[in-house]
Nanobody, 126 residues
Framework: EVQLVESGGGLVQAGGSLRLSCAASGFTVDDYAIGWFRQAPGKEREGVSCISSSDGSTYYADSVKGRFTISYDDAKNTVYLQMNSLKPEDTAVYYC???????????????????WGQGTQVTVAS
């Protein structure tokens, strides 16, 4: 059974940092692209970043470029999202998701991703 479990969310002051983890089971991250999405109250889910462990390609939304870094650890079958210089507008539930490598995963759009975690709350206080 494919499963993605996010962790690492919490409450942080503006300018602070958090590292989110996405632990995968039932498949290896080598075979999929992993994306991070977020959804704030009353807003649509938006793509934040994604990575393909097959060649290390990474993509970021403009709103997080230079502040967020996505990475993976093959040994732990886990993908991370390091978030620095956090802003109140980064407040949202963050989800990780997996997409087949033949999909347009690099677009970081919801329809391209097949498997989803349950989400972790990130709250940035001003």
């Amino acid at each position: 059974e494919v499963q993605l479990v996010e962790s690492g969310g919490g409450l942080v002051q503006a300018g602070g940092s958090l590292r989110l983890s996405c632990a995968a089971s039932g498949f290896t991250v080598d075979d999929y692209a992993i994306g991070w999405f977020r959804q704030a109250p009353g807003k649509e889910r938006e793509g934040v970043s994604c990575i393909s462990s097959s060649d290390g390609s990474t993509y970021y939304a403009d709103s997080v470029k230079g502040r967020f870094t996505i990475s993976y650890d093959d040994a732990k079958n886990t993908v991370y999202l390091q978030m620095n210089s956090l802003k109140p507008e980064d407040t949202a539930v963050y989800y990780c998701a997996a997409a087949g490598l033949r999909s347009s995963w690099y677009l970081i759009v919801r329809p391209e991703y097949d498997y989803w975690g349950q989400g972790t709350q990130v709250t940035v206080a001003s």
